[in-house]
């Protein structure tokens, strides 16, 4: 179905719409739940297409698209602020080993200190009010954090150094070690 969506051989949406029109024949019920709106996954051209007027009306600039990042290949890329898109539906990604997969990408890209962020294909294509939403809250949340490191930086030009920000309190392990080398029973302090 998606081969066929991305050579422009069917349209999906007309082809479930003419599916109602023919209840009860052989072959139908099948087709209908492969090209229901829950479960249909839209070739990676048509969903680039929707998702990037989404991103744009966000405030986003044009991302990357297919770009491999620890690792792994990603949808959407902002270098600039370090976020990362995926779009995905659950048919590729319900295994188990897809899941720890998934998990994994997630885990090594926070890791190294990007923000990312996944939209089933549902979302994009039937919610995207609500992935516009989420884009716009993020791309905010970048541009108060630019914002406070211009801030940090100007301070740091005046006249006297700057100091560092104060360190939060951090559990530290004050174990000894006895006579006989094992240690005694560790006391935390914050």
């Known amino acids: 179905m998606n081969e066929a969506d991305k050579r422009d051989v069917i349209d999906p949406e007309r082809l479930r719409r003419e599916l109602d ?5 052989p072959g139908i019920r099948p087709l209908r739940n492969l090209l229901d709106k829950h479960t249909f996954l839209l070739s990676d051209d048509e969903l680039e297409v929707l998702f990037r007027p989404i991103a744009a009306a966000a405030g986003l600039p044009t991302p990357q698209t297919k770009v491999i990042l620890n690792r792994f290949e ?3 890329f902002w270098p600039d602020l370090g976020l990362v898109v995926e779009t995905d539906g659950w048919r590729y990604h319900r295994t188990p080993s897809a899941q720890t997969r998934d998990a ?12 990312p962020l ?3 294909h549902h979302q994009v294509k039937y919610e995207p009010r609500h992935v516009r939403q989420i884009l716009e809250r993020t791309a905010a949340r970048f541009r108060r954090g630019r914002q406070a490191d211009s801030d940090r930086e ?3 030009a005046s006249p006297s150094p700057c100091e560092p920000a104060a ?3 951090v559990a530290r392990s004050t174990a000894s070690t006895t006579s006989a080398g094992s240690a005694t029973p ?3 302090k914050l």
């Open 21 to 25: 029109r023919h209840p009860g024949e």
């Open 74 to 76: 990603v949808d959407f």
């Open 104 to 115: 994994l990408r997630f885990q090594l890209h926070t890791a190294s200190g990007l923000t």
């Open 118 to 120: 996944r939209f089933s």
């Open 154 to 156: 100007g301070a740091c």
């Open 167 to 169: 360190e939060a309190p």
């Open 186 to 188: 560790a006391k935390t």
